[in-house]
C-alpha cells in the first residue's frame, strides 16, 4: 500500500519560475514530513522538512506548505535554475527522530533557460 | 567531518547468488538504515540498526538481513538473489534521540542481477 502519493511524475519548469511539487499522505500517525533532493549517481539529500504544528517553512528559495486537514503538503521552489534540475522526493515518518521514512515516487524536475 | 560511504559502488550477481554489501557511517552517527531503491522509484525502508541490534523492519523477506559492528558501520547481505532485487541500495546514517530526524545518505550500491 503506498502511502505517500507525489504528483506530478515529471516536471518541466522556465527559469526563473516557480516549481511546484505535490503530496498526499493517508497515516494520520505522521509526524514528520522532508524533502528530499537527488542528483543522478548521488543519494538523496535533505532538502527541507516541516513538521504538522505550523502551515508552512521557508528556507531561502525552498518553502514547504502543510494542509493537515487534506493530509496534503507541497514544494515550492522559487525563481528556479537550471541547478535546481533533478529528481525530488517527499517522505513522512511517525515520529520526528523516528528515521523509518516513506517516501513518494519522486518527481524529475527539469530547468530550462 | 567524513559522509557515509558504501561499498562497492557497483556489482554483478546471477539470481540465486549472495551479496554483501557495507557501509561507513558519518561520524559520530550511531543509528543505520538501509534503503531499497527501485529504478525510477522512491526508496523504500529495509531495516534499521541501533546499538548493534536491528531496530525496525520494513516489508522484506528475511533473506535480507544486516549486521551493525561497534564502531557503528554496518552490513547488508541478501541471500538467494532475485532479478528484482535489481536496485540501488542507499545505506544512510543518524543521530539517535529527540529532535534529531536528518538522515544523511550515501552514494549507494548499484546491484545487478542477471
Known amino acids: 500500500q503506498q502511502q505517500v502519493k507525489q504528483s506530478p511524475q515529471s516536471l518541466i519548469v522556465q527559469k526563473g519560475g516557480i516549481s511546484i511539487i505535490n503530496c498526499a499522505y493517508e497515516n494520520t500517525a505522521f509526524d514528520y514530513f522532508p524533502w528530499y533532493q537527488q542528483f543522478p549517481g548521488k543519494g538523496p539529500a535533505l532538502l527541507i522538512a516541516i513538521r504538522p504544528d505550523v502551515s508552512e517553512k521557508k528556507e531561502g528559495r525552498f518553502t514547504i506548505s502543510f494542509n493537515k486537514s487534506a493530509k496534503q503538503f507541497s514544494l515550492h521552489i522559487m525563481d528556479s535554475q537550471p541547478g535546481d534540475s533533478a529528481t525530488y522526493f517527499c517522505?513522512?515518518?511517525?515520529?520526528?527522530?523516528?528515521?523509518?521514512?516513506?517516501f513518494g515516487t519522486g518527481t524529475r524536475l527539469t530547468i530550462i533557460p | 567531518e567524513t559522509g557515509v560511504t558504501q561499498s562497492p559502488t557497483h556489482l554483478i550477481k546471477t539470481r540465486g547468488q549472495q551479496v554483501t554489501l557495507r557501509c561507513s557511517s558519518q561520524?559520530?552517527?550511531?543509528?543505520v538504515s538501509w534503503y531499497q531503491q527501485a529504478l525510477g522509484q522512491g526508496p523504500q525502508f529495509i531495516f534499521q540498526y541501533y546499538r548493534e541490534e536491528e531496530n525496525g523492519r520494513g516489508n522484506f523477506p528475511p533473506r535480507f538481513s544486516g549486521l551493525q559492528f561497534p564502531n557503528y558501520s554496518s552490513e547488508l547481505n541478501v541471500n538467494a538473489l532475485e532479478l528484482d532485487d535489481s536496485a540501488l541500495y542507499l545505506c544512510?546514517?543518524?543521530?539517535?534521540?529527540?529532535?534529531?530526524?536528518?538522515?544523511?545518505f550515501g552514494e549507494g550500491s548499484r546491484l545487478t542481477v542477471l
Open positions: 561520524s559520530g552517527h550511531n543509528t
Open positions: 517522505a513522512a515518518s511517525r515520529a520526528f527522530g523516528n528515521e523509518k521514512l516513506t
Open positions: 544512510a546514517s543518524s543521530l539517535a534521540g529527540p529532535n534529531t530526524g536528518e538522515l544523511f
